[in-house]
C-alpha cells in the first residue's frame, strides 16, 4: 500500500504542494495537516495533483475547507496537473469548474504568480522537468 507522500517548494509568494499516492479516509487527516502548514506560509497555495493515483471525497472536503479559508482572505488556491481518470471526483462534484485548474505546475506557478502582486516571474521549477 503505497499511502501518501506530500512535499511542498516555495516559488516566491506561492507555495505549491506536491501530492503523491492516494487522497482517501484514511490520509485526509494528513492531508489537512499539511495544507494548514502551507498556509502558515502563504495565501496563495498551488496543489499539484500530477502524482495523484487516487481521490476521493474526503479529500475533497479538505480542498474545499481551505480554498473557503483561502479565499476569504483574497487568497488563492490552485490546482495543477489533475489527471480526470484519478480525480474524477473533482468534475463529478463540480469542483474543477470552481478552483484555478491548470494542466502543467509550471502553467500554475506563472497564473498564481502573476496574481500575488509580488512581480513573480512565473519561472519553471529548478530542475524544469514536469515528471511523467
Not at 484555478?100 to 505546475?105: I, K, M, N
Request: a negative charge; charged letters at 25%.
Amino acid at each position: 500500500m503505497e499511502g501518501l507522500g506530500l512535499s511542498s517548494d516555495r516559488h516566491g509568494a506561492v507555495v505549491v504542494v506536491a501530492v503523491r499516492g492516494e487522497l482517501d479516509a484514511v490520509t485526509s487527516r494528513e492531508f489537512d495537516e499539511y495544507l494548514a502548514a502551507a498556509r502558515r506560509q502563504s495565501d496563495h497555495i498551488i496543489l499539484d495533483l500530477t502524482a495523484v493515483d487516487f481521490m476521493d471525497t474526503s479529500s475533497l472536503a479538505v480542498i474545499v475547507g481551505h480554498w473557503k479559508k483561502l479565499t476569504a482572505r483574497n487568497g488563492v488556491l490552485a490546482l495543477a496537473g489533475a489527471r480526470y481518470r484519478y480525480t474524477k471526483t473533482l468534475w463529478i462534484t463540480g469542483l474543477a469548474d470552481r478552483l484555478p485548474r491548470y494542466d502543467t505546475l509550471e502553467q500554475a506557478i506563472a497564473a498564481v504568480s502573476g496574481s500575488t502582486g509580488d512581480g513573480g516571474d512565473g519561472s519553471p521549477s529548478a530542475d524544469g522537468g514536469n515528471g511523467g
